[in-house]
């Protein structure tokens, strides 16, 4: 299994880059200079480039990373991503570093996203982050609605790596869905914590997100309630559940 480490870029961006040996992989670099800057101190060979959506601040990196290195590039192939070498639509396998990786279909954020699953990791890019989701660009609350339960369809100790550091500000807007949850007051303190130390609140368990994240607990009474106080003519379906705590998560 390769090994995961950050390229920060960017405010909150983050670029995963994928190790083994001498051979790199990466996320989502929407910024080629501090992938170069690694990847040649490292004495890393680029192999693969994955991309989640067409978002500048993801595949802006592309060009100049193709270019002196010449890697693989999956992207999504109904998206505009110049320099996309392998289109995928999601249901496909593709090899990464020697490893089996399986790729999702989560259209919400955008329409043609993708995330990348390989046994224990996902890299979801703005679908899901920590303690929130991305923002409905292109796609329907019941899009992303279906791609979030994807998502937590995967085995609870899954790792959730996402591209922005949002974490803190998304604890915010859990507490005021959910006030009464001491998982996520206990969240809240030990991510303030950490980013007070200067460490990246991410990757995140899937079994952390449903306990704190209320775009994964759309079915929960307490989030249910949060919804219908906002809207009282909210149903109480999933979708609709979602769609308002969205709605209010974008003006909060």
Not at 4 to 12: M, Q, R
Not at 27 to 40: F, H, K, T
Request: aromatic content about 8%; some cysteine; charged content about 20%.
């Amino acid at each position: 299994m390769f090994t995961i480490s950050l390229i920060p870029a960017f405010k909150d961006n983050y670029i995963w880059l994928l190790t083994l040996g001498q051979r790199a992989a990466v996320v989502d670099p929407g910024d080629p200079a501090p992938v170069i800057a690694r990847l040649e101190s490292a004495g890393l060979v680029l192999e693969s480039i994955l991309i989640t959506h067409h978002h500048a601040d993801h595949q802006g990196g592309i060009a100049a990373l193709a270019e002196r290195w010449q890697p693989t590039v999956f992207a999504p192939g109904s998206e505009s991503i110049t320099g996309c070498t392998s289109p995928l639509s999601g249901g496909e396998t593709i090899s990464v570093l020697g490893q089996a990786v399986s790729v999702m279909a989560v259209p919400g954020h955008t329409l043609g996203h993708l995330a990348y699953y390989a046994p224990g990791v996902l890299f979801c890019g703005d679908t899901l982050f920590g303690a929130g989701c991305g923002r409905l660009f292109e796609g329907t609350p019941a899009q992303m609605a279906d791609s979030l339960d994807k998502i937590a369809g995967l085995p609870d100790e899954t790792q959730i790596y996402c591209a922005h550091e949002y974490t803190e500000a998304n604890l915010r807007f859990a507490q005021a869905v959910e006030p009464e949850n001491l998982q996520i007051r206990a969240r809240v303190q030990r991510v303030a914590e950490m980013r007070s130390a200067g460490k990246s609140s991410v990757p995140s368990s899937l079994a952390e997100e449903k306990a704190t994240n209320p775009f994964l607990r759309c079915v929960e009474l307490p989030v249910i309630e949060a919804a219908l106080s906002r809207d009282a003519a909210v149903d109480r379906s999933k979708t609709a559940v979602f769609a308002a705590i969205r709605g209010w998560r974008n003006v909060f």
